[in-house]
């Protein structure tokens, strides 16, 4: 296999050295090491080592190119990257016995490689004490012990991780040097392996970058590129001398289609990083949902590539799908049939969202999305958003109230933290709070379960449910039918606080009660809420967002193709309501409005 060659100087090896990571050693330990790498010239198509034999070679490209190619599970060559001059390959061969190789590698055109026997580089470094280590900080276990510090690379087998690892190229940067600009398409992942990096961002066009974050060694950035190509949203500078890890999307796609069990660990993170970029944007529908939950949101996502001038949807389309643009514009356009011509209505770039409704209600699209350019979007099903709200009613309550404005169910209102304060205020103005005050302390009743050891706290929150609502004495009487009243009384007259286990207050003794009051509320407090402007008031509140970059004469039409009335452009009106949890508990907030 190959032929031997006195063709390069030492002179000429250092010179290779120069262009891998050995070019962190000192002159005079890359001659040392140049002197017991070997030229061997290899012909194209000639393989050079082969997956599963015993590895006892090291090599490093002086000239020309290699391709890596790994065997899966069918038994099938795999094409996996192209390594060039610099580049170096089997370096474990150096530093564990019994190693087999895990990928085959074959010229592409005729080379000239640097070789390092096993049995030679032990011989060299008992010579050379203290050499080992060096080399070893440098191409030995440091990569894959790089790779275990990722968290998404943290379950991959050890065969697998240093498959990856041997597909990974050496970047040195400068210290100054830029290794990508803010807005520069994304197409690598890096990992530091030495040196500092600075992350720099601009927010606008004009401003000056801000320096954001140093990362050193072990940290990594860039990952999102690996999925799609989208632009940077952040530059990264070398703030010393640095050398880095650099795997190409492309690369990295033909590993996954190796390792496809890998695929999905990978797209939950990406898909998890892309949602929270852009929940700097603040899309209203997910303002409620609390972070711990915001990981299992954005796993429903799904990233998807647009070419320019594709139909996102048609008008007349069923709607399924809400999509956000993660990158790219589109344009929003409706048919006028009476005079057969196309009306554009808006454009839409980052950040932007439509098809909403969608989420909520069963319409088909009033207008037809067209990209302008080859757009990324985050998308998420119907099916899949009402299966993750089915768990989070009250998150569901700020999206549903979002969408249906005056069509809101109570139900909803009273789930929604913000919407049940605003009622509450109304219900104080008609001297009718004793309902809502009643349906509140059912709900902290039912909270306290049917855990046999909390008899007691039960029995007390119900005797004090009757005492303020039910009984004909109750300072807050309730208007439940006379039928209930007796039944719950009945019920808790022999029971006492320190009773024994067999005389309990049941989870469901107010649900009938409950109902009642829900209905009575619903039918006429409710109707009489939302005429009000204090229901204005909490609307406008939640619905703080607008299509700014609308012409006025364009919204009415752009809302009413989202299937959606809330006006355009409108700014939130404060309210002195806390959104603080303290603020949560109060019965007695004020608003500076009027009813």
């Known amino acids: ?73 069918s038994g099938e060559d795999v094409f996996l990257c192209t390594k060039k001059k610099g580049d170096f390959f089997g370096d474990q061969a150096l530093f564990e016995a019994d190693h087999k ?20 580089w032990l011989k060299f470094a008992r010579a050379h004490p203290g050499f080992q280590k060096k080399i070893e900080e440098i191409v030995g276990q440091q990569m894959t012990n790089l ?131 852009f929940k700097k944007f603040n899309v209203p529908f997910f303002e409620a949902i609390p972070n711990e939950l915001y990981a299992q949101l954005s796993a429903l996502c799904e990233i998807e590539e647009f070419p320019a001038n594709s139909v996102i949807f048609h008008e007349g389309d069923p709607g399924l799908k809400f999509y956000i643009i993660v990158f790219g514009t589109a344009h929003v356009t409706v048919l006028d049939r009476d005079k057969g011509k196309t009306i554009p209505l808006c454009s839409m770039g980052p950040g932007r969202y439509f098809g909403e409704v969608a989420l909520l209600k069963e319409c088909e699209r009033t207008a037809t999305v067209t990209t302008d350019s080859r757009c990324v979007m985050l998308s998420i099903e119907k099916t899949r958003f009402h299966e993750f709200f089915k768990q989070h009613p009250e998150s569901f309550a700020d ?33 009718s709070e004793e309902n809502i005050l009643f349906w509140k302390d059912v709900q902290k009743f039912k909270a306290i379960g049917t855990d046999p050891r909390l008899r007691a706290a039960r029995v007390r929150a119900a005797k004090n449910i009757v005492a303020n609502y039910v009984s004909n004495s109750a300072p807050n009487q309730v208007n439940i039918s006379s039928e209930q009243q007796e039944r719950i009384v009945a019920h808790l007259k022999g029971v006492e606080i320190d009773g024994d286990e067999l005389h309990d207050a049941p989870i469901d003794i107010f649900d009938e009660g409950e109902q009642e009051i829900v209905k009575l509320m619903a039918k006429d407090s409710f109707k009489r809420f939302k005429a009000t402007n204090l229901f204005k008031e909490f609307l406008q509140r939640i619905d703080a967002y607008s299509h700014a970059d609308i012409r006025p004469s364009q919204s009415q039409e752009l809302h009413r193709l989202l299937d959606d009335d809330r006006p355009a452009n409108r700014k939130a009106t404060q309210v002195s309501v806390s959104d603080s949890e303290d603020a949560a508990d109060q019965d007695d907030v004020k608003l500076d409005v009027e009813s």
């Open 1 to 73: 296999m190959g032929c031997a060659s006195s063709g390069l100087s030492e002179k000429e090896k250092v010179a290779v050295l120069r262009h891998t990571p050995l070019f962190r050693l000192s002159e005079d330990d890359m001659r040392s090491f140049a002197s017991v790498l070997k030229a061997v010239h290899y012909q194209a198509a000639e393989r050079v080592c082969s997956y599963g034999e015993e590895a006892s070679t090291f090599f490093v490209i002086g000239e020309g190119e290699v391709d890596i190619t790994a065997v899966d599970k």
């Open 101 to 120: 190789r895990n990928a085959n590698v074959t010229c592409t055109v005729a080379c000239t490689l640097l070789v390092l026997e096993r049995e030679r």
């Open 147 to 277: 790779l275990k510090r990722i968290p998404f690379l943290a379950d991959l087998s050890e065969w697998t991780r240093q498959l990856l690892a041997s597909m990974f190229e050496y970047v040195p940067v400068a210290a100054g040097e830029r290794v990508f600009n803010q807005g520069d398409i994304g197409k690598e992942l890096y990992i530091i392996s030495a040196g500092t990096v600075e992350v720099l961002a601009r927010q606008g066009e004009e401003s000056e970058e801000v320096s954001i974050a140093k990362l050193g060694p072990g940290s990594y950035f860039g990952e999102i590129a690996l999925m799609v190509d989208m632009p940077r949203t952040a530059g990264v500078q070398a703030v010393d001398d640095c050398l880095l890890l650099s795997l190409k999307k492309q690369d990295f796609h033909n590993f996954m289609s190796l390792v496809p069990e890998f695929r999905d660990s990978f797209d939950g993170v990406v898909k998890q990083r892309t949602a929270e970029f």
């Open 399 to 431: 999206f549903e109230i979002k969408l249906s404005r005056y069509d809101v169910p109570f139900e909803t209102v009273l789930h929604h933290r913000l919407g049940i304060r605003f009622l509450t205020k109304h219900l104080q103005n008609e001297y």
